[in-house]
């Protein structure tokens, strides 16, 4: 009947034990040694930072997510016009997004499914109602940061497209590329930005989400 107390101390603490991350180090790691424990104590820190920057600051968004959002067929650029469109103008129905971005239905909903899938938007209600995300804000504040500062990309930015396997390469790199589907995933979601700003005259530099249109879900019905 009775457990012993060492099986009752872990059962109380094994839910906050599931929440803990191990950060695993080296089997022969020696903390005598000065250089293995800087090398350690970076190793450590960089697991902190990408945690604290990826899972909170930026609503968990992954190389996955980006990669994802990048390797889609079709119009160039369209899946980033559509996310900026929720993002600042707030989505209405399939029938005013087609007519905004001047775009087939099922372009359309063939780009909301793929970014519902990500985790760029969502659909909280029974209704066809898109909003975008903290992933997916997050992630046009960065395409945002990137035409701001391109080609001399603060030492942050540097860091956090590095961290979305996104490595930037230099600007005639960008420019020259001929290729169908780029090797440097960077290139991929240059030419999505551009394609997105020509198409569609999007000024990714400055984003104003302030007048965006939140449709009451009884409206929302209505125009579905």
């Not at 930005?193 to 965006?212: C, G, M, P, T, V």
Request: charged residues 25%; aromatic residues 12%.
């Amino acid at each position: 009947g009775r457990y012993p107390p060492c099986s009752l101390k872990m059962f109380w603490f094994s839910p906050k034990i599931r929440r803990l991350k191990p950060i695993w180090v080296p089997s022969d790691f020696d903390a005598d040694k000065e250089e293995e424990r800087k090398l350690v104590g970076e190793i450590v820190k960089s697991q902190i930072i990408e945690d604290i920057l990826f899972n909170v600051v930026f609503g968990r968004i992954s190389a996955e997510n980006v990669d994802l959002f990048l390797n889609v067929s079709g119009t160039f650029g369209l899946n980033l016009a559509i996310l900026y469109d929720i993002a600042t103008q707030g989505f209405v129905n399939i029938s005013t997004l087609q007519k905004r971005l001047g775009i087939s239905a099922s372009s359309i909903r063939e780009k909301l499914s793929l970014m519902v899938g990500i985790g760029f938007i969502e659909s909280p209600s029974a209704v066809l109602l898109y909003n975008e995300t903290p992933k997916g804000k997050v992630f046009l504040d960065i395409v945002s940061r990137i035409v701001q500062e391109y080609p001399l990309l603060s030492s942050e930015m540097f860091y956090i497209l590095t961290k979305l396997d996104c490595m930037p390469v230099s600007e005639e790199l960008v420019i020259s590329n001929s290729e169908v589907v780029p090797k440097q995933k960077f290139i991929t979601l240059m030419r999505t930005i551009y394609y997105a700003s020509k198409n569609w005259s999007i000024d990714f530099s400055e984003i104003d989400y302030s007048q965006k249109v939140i449709l009451p879900i009884s409206e929302a019905y209505k125009a579905t």
